[in-house]
């Protein structure tokens, strides 16, 4: 029976791990090696303290508290995990139960997140064609209606700055990230998506950037989740639905780790809430700059933690997009950081400038 039971651990496709009442790890499966990037338990191998096995902090804090987990997600370096965890007991015919430690199974759900991400893009294009297609048609019904009244000068003045303003981003990130076409329609669609919060996005690629090597998806997990996350930052408490506005560019998911001040305080330190994108080369790597003029980040050296959030307890998908973030730059042997400083150009509005940067592979890699 030994047998059967050796082979169904080793042959399920989800990941097992046994901790004892003394938070050692007893046994693991291959299925939860793969996952946790360890060697293959080998069979005469001993329980294991969990703090010399190498797995991530909040994984490690999970299996050492002996806790009851349900579907609870969990990032590693490569992997997004969901997890749950239960109680053993003793399964015996007389005498009161006992407590023999904890079963946690592990569940990859890499693939789907990146399917999840490709899908949230596709969304967010979705998004910028309705929010374009219901803002020019405003702006349509306004030159009509300067043509009924006679006003016909200032109509063609009203049409040719609308297309002036439209047609400057478009110009900028069309030119400067003609080699990256994936990055430049996700600018277009936060930009319009940020249009119509009222809040002004202000993109800022270099000329120079050309083809960086780097995985399309890689590139919209880290920029999409930045600037979702800025945005949320400085978006006022007012319903979402207003006219797209004019900036620099255009004016115009989560905020995670902010500091609480208020809805009203939010992204109004200085004026208009904005959004500052800036994506250029540095050197021999790839610099992305994401700047707001929200109320900060609470505490840097945990805002990357998944879970880490200030958004109410009802939130789906909360603390992810950040945990998200710097998942894919360490994937990418990145760096990411977060500061709280005043705005570039605007000392007077404070807010959080994330900075990311990302080794550029040699001509002809991708990563």
């Known amino acids: ?111 789907l997140q990146q399917l999840s991400g490709e899908l949230r893009s596709m969304r967010t294009l979705s998004d910028a064609l309705r929010s374009q297609t219901h803002e020019f048609s405003n702006r349509l019904h306004t030159i009509v209606a300067l043509i009924e009244l006679g006003r016909s000068d200032e109509a063609l003045e009203f049409a040719a700055h609308q297309l002036n303003l439209g047609q400057h981003l478009v110009d900028q990130v069309v030119t400067a990230a003609v080699d990256e076409p994936v990055l430049a329609a996700l600018l277009l669609g936060k930009s319009a998506q940020a249009g119509e919060r009222r809040i002004s996005l202000v993109v800022d690629i ?100 998944r879970g880490y959030s200030t958004k109410s307890t009802g939130d789906t998908g909360r603390g992810i997009g950040l945990a998200l973030v710097g998942q894919s730059v360490r994937r990418l042997g990145g760096t990411v950081t977060v500061s709280n400083a005043p705005y570039p150009d605007a000392p007077g509005d404070r807010g959080a400038t994330f900075t990311v940067v990302i080794p550029i592979p040699p001509s002809g890699e991708e990563r």
Not at 49 to 77: K, N
Not at 286 to 296: F, Q
């Open 1 to 111: 029976m030994f047998a059967y039971y050796e082979g169904v651990l080793h042959s399920v496709r989800e990941g097992l791990v046994l901790v004892d009442t003394k938070g050692r790890l007893v046994l693991y499966n291959d299925q939860a090696a793969e996952l946790l990037g360890l060697r293959s338990q080998p069979p005469d191998a001993h329980p294991l303290a969990l703090d010399a096995v190498p797995i991530a902090e909040p994984l490690r804090a999970l299996l050492g508290s002996g806790a009851v987990a349900v579907d609870e997600v969990y990032l590693t370096d490569e992997r997004v995990l969901v997890v749950n965890q239960s109680v053993a007991v003793s399964a015996v015919s007389s005498g009161p139960a006992r407590r023999l430690g904890t079963v946690t199974t592990l569940r990859d759900h890499t693939e």
């Open 206 to 305: 270099a000329p120079e950037l050309g083809s960086t090597g780097i995985a399309a998806d890689e590139l919209v997990t880290v920029i999409g989740n930045l600037i979702d996350n800025a945005l949320d930052a400085v978006a006022e408490p007012s319903p979402v639905g207003a006219a797209l506005g004019a900036v620099s560019g255009v004016e115009g998911g989560t905020t995670e780790g902010r500091s609480d001040r208020g809805e009203a305080d939010r992204g109004t330190s200085a004026g208009h809430p904005r959004v500052t994108v800036s994506v250029r080369r540095e050197g021999g790597s790839l610099v992305i700059a994401v700047s707001d003029t929200g109320p900060g980040v609470a505490d840097p050296e945990l805002v990357f933690q």
